[in-house]
């Protein structure tokens, strides 16, 4: 089955024109801001009392917080009108914006340059819900994670170009400021150009009666988050995400100076390699989580971020140079290192975030898609704010910078424990992401073919004990899975089959209790939609060969008729996990490293058509020569 190519919709008017107004937003954003932070980072002296590490802290506050003061306004103008027609006024706001940071840097005054960066952060704010509610009006459900993957990897790699241009820019004394306001202003207008071109996406409430009472609307916003416990667990795996980047990228200009003895150069060098990481994992995420809402690289990305984090702290000098250019900065023993941690903290964030907002965009109601990322804003903004806060805590409490790095990779692997605690699913996925993609290559043909919503019966070959596990891997719907109560129970594996809500079952002369309670639980499933799967064999095959389906899915059928989708199992049975002979040595590598093994899925039957002799017909034939 072809796979579509995320880059193709960088060409398309649907997708292409939102991208570049987000991009050079972005990449606006962060010309004028991190020119503004560096300047104060190693200038500031020049300006205000307040100590260079106390003031970008202050910054980075002032520009979230107005995500937390004007997010649930900005989510309902969203959904009342039209997309395209809001994303033209944002970006004539954002030329607004750049004109007062010009007077600012012009007349060198503190005051209204903060002004114009906490006018930044409402540009921002008032353009967040329109992005990410955007995508579903004019993706679909399989482009979902593509699409948010270049809408991530390019909003971090116009921080990397924005970075090095902002610093490049500020740098050019003695005019370096007027370089930097004209630049913006520019950017600013080109941004509105490019607004033009967005198609139209009609709004999902227009009849919405605005709240503009932001604490009320708040507070409603948060109310109606937890509605849905997956959407809000999520939201507050995303917040988590900003709380631990915030931490990170507010430290970076205080870091090169005072523990890496670089100069600005370094600070663009560390936040460019930051971005790619983030721009790489971001755009891997498509091809890791096979086109489809991948949520099992959430747990691999949370282990990414706290193991190189850690190493951050142990990799970070404990003498430093003084001013260091890039070049120099490089040339010092452990550079590479901390550089290398910098990239590999940026890839695993990119592999946790992008799959968490695929989920809240795919599992939101669409009348509310806009105000649920509204509310996904304002805890955002309110962790970043906090990250702020516990920054400035920290360092006036005496912790050095890398301690503070130390301190978020431990709080991080803390709340990744308590999320997936909470919500097994998580777990659940990575275990068989991590199963597919370090044992097995899998092919998969005609997914199409199971439903993607309303109750169906899946029916399989069942050739080893890990199949649930495979079709896990390869369905885009949670599957509910009939198995023997013994394999239920297997250690490990009864985490999984718990966490998919599987039914175990038993045979009539071993408990009969059991298997007629499997019976009504199988139909109460179906009855609310599920999409069950089952092993019409009832055992694992010890012969290579499947043995006769049994007459129980035509009495799951009969009682509670729904299409059923014929499945085959292809190359398992040469397998480490089948039950061919040989020693454990010849099982591992009988089918080498990444052993390529087949999943094929027929045209769904009708209820009215299904026979245990017929559906098997239909698996062998799918299944072809390869056991």
């Given amino acids: 089955m072809s796979q579509p190519n995320q880059f193709d919709l960088l060409k398309q008017r649907r997708f292409g024109p939102f991208f570049g107004v987000q991009f050079l937003g972005a990449f606006n954003d962060n010309v004028f801001k991190n020119a503004?932070?560096?300047?104060l980072t190693f200038q500031a002296a020049s300006m205000t009392t307040m100590s260079s590490g106390l003031l970008v802290n202050l910054c980075a506050g002032l520009f979230i917080l107005p995500f937390f003061l004007f997010s649930a306004t900005a989510g309902q103008l969203a959904d009342k009108y039209e997309k395209a027609f809001v994303t033209r006024l944002v970006k004539i706001f954002e030329i607004v914006i750049m004109i007062v940071g010009a007077l600012g840097f012009y007349w060198l005054n503190l005051e209204l340059l903060l002004i114009a960066l906490f006018m930044m952060g409402m540009h921002s704010t008032m353009f967040g819900p329109v992005k990410y509610a955007y995508l579903p009006q004019h993706l679909k459900k399989e482009e979902l994670v593509g699409g948010n993957g270049l809408i991530d990897a390019g909003t971090f790699i116009a921080i990397l170009l924005g970075t090095i241009l902002g610093g490049t820019l500020i740098g050019m004394q003695p005019h370096g400021s007027m370089w930097?306001?004209?630049?913006?202003?520019?950017?600013?207008?080109?941004?509105?150009?490019?607004?033009?071109?967005?198609?139209?996406?009609?709004?999902p409430s227009p009849d919405l009666k605005i709240n503009w009472n932001p604490i009320t609307e708040t507070w409603a916003n948060l109310k109606f988050l937890r509605t849905n416990r997956t959407v809000f667990l999520s939201i507050l795996g995303i917040s988590w995400f900003w709380f631990y980047g915030a931490m990170f990228l507010s430290q970076f200009p205080n870091y090169t100076k005072d523990v890496l003895g670089g100069g600005e150069h370094v600070v663009t060098l560390l936040l460019a390699v930051f971005s790619v990481g983030i721009g790489l994992g971001s755009l891997l995420c498509e091809k890791l989580s096979g086109h489809k809402i991948e949520i099992g690289l959430v747990p691999f990305g949370s282990i990414g971020l706290t193991i190189f984090a850690v190493d951050l702290f142990f990799a970070s000098p404990t003498s430093h140079g003084t001013a260091l250019g890039a070049m120099a900065f490089m040339q010092q023993a452990g550079s590479w290192r901390v550089l290398f941690d910098l990239l590999m903290i940026g890839i695993f964030g990119g592999f946790y975030i992008v799959p968490l907002y695929a989920l809240i965009q795919s599992r939101s109601e669409p009348s509310h898609q806009s105000r649920v990322i509204a509310g996904n804003n304002i805890l955002n903004a309110l962790f970043m704010v906090l990250a702020a806060g516990v920054a400035i805590l920290g360092l006036s409490f005496g912790l050095t910078i890398p301690q503070l790095f130390l301190l978020t990779a431990l709080l991080n692997a803390l709340v990744a424990i308590y999320i997936y605690t909470l919500v097994p699913e998580f777990l659940m996925r990575f275990?068989?992401?991590?199963?597919?993609?370090?044992?097995?290559?899998?092919?998969?043909?005609?997914?199409?073919?199971?439903?993607?919503?309303?109750?169906?019966?899946?029916?399989a070959n069942h050739p080893t004990f890990i199949d649930a596990l495979v079709i896990a891997a390869a369905c885009r719907r949670p599957?509910?899975?009939?198995?023997?109560?013994?394999?239920?129970?297997?250690?490990?594996?009864?985490?999984?089959?718990?966490?998919?809500?599987?039914?175990?079952?038993?045979?009539?002369?071993?408990?009969?209790?059991?298997?007629?309670?499997?019976?009504?639980?199988?139909?109460?499933?179906?009855?609310?939609?599920?999409?069950?799967?089952i092993f019409p064999e009832g055992r694992v095959t010890d012969t290579g060969e499947m043995y006769p389906f049994r007459g129980g899915i035509k009495r799951i059928?009969?009682?509670?008729?729904?299409?059923?989708?014929?499945?085959?199992?292809?190359?398992?049975?040469?397998?480490?996990?089948?039950?061919?002979?040989?020693?454990?040595?010849?099982?591992?590598?009988?089918l080498g490293l990444f052993g390529k093994i087949g999943m094929s899925v027929g045209a769904p039957v009708a209820p009215q058509d299904v026979t245990p002799e017929g559906l098997q017909q239909i698996v062998t034939g799918l299944r072809g020569t390869e056991k």
């Fill in 36 to 39: 503004l932070v560096i300047m």
């Fill in 180 to 203: 930097v306001s004209g630049t913006a202003i520019v950017i600013a207008v080109l941004g509105y150009w490019v607004s033009r071109s967005v198609p139209v996406s009609p709004a």
């Fill in 431 to 459: 275990l068989v992401w991590l199963l597919i993609h370090s044992v097995y290559r899998l092919e998969k043909q005609g997914l199409d073919h199971i439903p993607e919503e309303g109750a169906a019966m899946l029916v």
């Fill in 479 to 533: 599957t509910r899975y009939v198995m023997d109560h013994k394999r239920f129970e297997a250690p490990v594996l009864n985490f999984i089959f718990r966490a998919t809500r599987s039914i175990p079952i038993a045979p009539a002369k071993e408990d009969p209790v059991m298997l007629e309670r499997a019976y009504d639980e199988i139909a109460k499933g179906l009855e609310a939609g599920d999409l069950i799967c």
């Fill in 557 to 590: 059928i009969d009682r509670t008729p729904v299409p059923v989708v014929p499945i085959a199992l292809r190359g398992l049975w040469d397998s480490f996990f089948g039950r061919q002979g040989g020693s454990f040595f010849t099982r591992v590598f009988r």
